[in-house]
Antibody, heavy 117, light 106 residues
Framework: EVQLVESGGGLVQRGGSLRLSCAVSGFTFSSFSMNWVRQTPGKGLEWVSYINGAGTTTYYADSVKGRFTVSRDNAKQSLFLQMNSLRAEDTGVYYC??????????WGQGNLVSVSS | EIVMTQSPTTLSVSPGERATLSCRASQSVFNLAWYQQKAGQAPRLLIYGASTRATGIPARFSGSGSGTDFTLTISSLQSEDFAVYFCQQYNDWPLTFGGGTKVEIK
């Protein structure tokens, strides 16, 4: 059974940092690209970042470029999102998703990130 | 950026009736997916490639369209189908979603 379990969200002050993690099981992690997608009150569903299976290629939404970094540890079957210089508009639920490679067949349960001003 | 526009915002339908949801892209796309989201849950993939049902998705869900205009049809609404539906283009970066259509009980 495919499972994606996110962790690391919470409340942070504007300008602060958070690191999201996504632990996966039930498939060969290194064979799949992964994406982060967020759902915010202001923009609805918004794609955030992409990383290929080997971890050698990444893409970001313009709204997070230069502030967020996606990475993965294939040995530990884990995906990460380092979020720096957080803004109020980054508040939302962040989903870890498996990509095929750029549509999403499995989603995690979501992790709430709240940025206070 | 390719802007995805969904209509209507809300669709009121009686159980057993047909629902037709629209998604329009600001430029031609070849790759489109549809997702269903119920309250408090993550989205679930319904359709990819504009018309291919994902694994386990009932046949009452069908996708059609090409270019800039796409449609998701639910042939006979069941109680579990009342939810919000999103389209997503994966033709170009950045990947973008529509604003969603809420299908509610009439």
């Amino acid at each position: 059974e495919v499972q994606l379990v996110e962790s690391g969200g919470g409340l942070v002050q504007r300008g602060g940092s958070l690191r999201l993690s996504c632990a996966v099981s039930g498939f060969t992690f290194s064979s799949f690209s992964m994406n982060w997608v967020r759902q915010t009150p202001g923009k609805g569903l918004e794609w955030v970042s992409y990383i290929n299976g080997a971890g050698t290629t990444t893409y970001y939404a313009d709204s997070v470029k230069g502030r967020f970094t996606v990475s993965r540890d294939n040995a530990k079957q884990s995906l990460f999102l380092q979020m720096n210089s957080l803004r109020a508009e980054d508040t939302g639920v962040y989903y870890c998703t498996r990509g095929l490679p750029t549509w999403f067949d499995y989603w995690g349960q979501g992790n709430l990130v709240s940025v206070s001003s | 950026e390719i802007v995805m526009t969904q209509s209507p915002t809300t669709l009121s339908v009686s159980p057993g009736e047909r629902a037709t949801l629209s998604c329009r892209a600001s430029q031609s796309v070849f790759n489109l997916a549809w997702y269903q989201q119920k309250a408090g849950q993550a989205p679930r993939l319904l359709i990819y490639g504009a018309s291919t049902r994902a694994t386990g998705i009932p046949a009452r869900f069908s996708g059609s369209g090409s270019g800039t205009d796409f449609t998701l049809t639910i042939s006979s609404l069941q109680s579990e189908d009342f939810a919000v539906y999103f389209c997503q283009q994966y033709n170009d970066w950045p990947l973008t979603f529509g604003g969603g259509t809420k299908v509610e009980i009439k």
